[in-house]
């Protein structure tokens, strides 16, 4: 099994969407983890697109990347800007890949009405299940 850390700021939404897609569509492949720089809690808007695609992550937890310090991941897929220039230096043993995604929060920040914000969840959750579909192929560059 390819172990695949997931890797964002605050490991509440995209490193989250991209754990639960992964363990999903790809768990006879890859075993996926997701933390974050900090812990900001899990996003429930995040929970609340990925059960519409039939992906539970309700249990998950917002983890630290410190909490990993001691596992071995084949790679370490940053899924934000910050998180890919902040990339914890004992997570550099292993193959470190940058793949960028859109903020939902702060694309739900530019538009009114609930529906139009979880339109923006849904977009870059979509755009993630695309990204995972690629797994592991893609990690290959």
């Known amino acids: 099994m390819i172990k ?3 890797l964002c700021t605050g490991n509440s939404c995209r490193s ?4 639960g897609w992964t363990n999903s569509l790809k768990g006879d492949v ?5 933390a974050g720089i900090e ?3 899990l996003n429930p808007n995040a929970v609340q697109v990925m059960e519409e695609s039939g992906v539970d992550i309700s249990t998950h937890t ?6 990993f310090k001691d596992t071995i991941f084949d790679y370490v897929v940053t899924v934000c ?5 902040n990339c914890p230096v004992y997570l550099g043993k292993s193959t470190v890949i940058h793949v960028g995604f859109d903020d939902p929060p702060k694309l739900a920040a530019e538009v009114d009405g609930k529906e139009e914000k979880l339109d923006c969840y849904r977009a870059v959750r979509d755009q993630i299940r ?4 690629t797994l592991p192929g893609s990690l290959e560059r």
């Open 30 to 34: 890859i075993e996926a983890y997701s």
């Open 16 to 19: 989250q969407m991209a754990e």
């Open 39 to 41: 812990t900001h809690g």
């Open 62 to 67: 917002s983890q630290l990347a410190s909490e």
């Open 4 to 6: 695949i850390l997931f």
């Open 81 to 85: 800007g910050h998180a890919h220039e």
């Open 130 to 133: 695309d990204f995972v579909l």
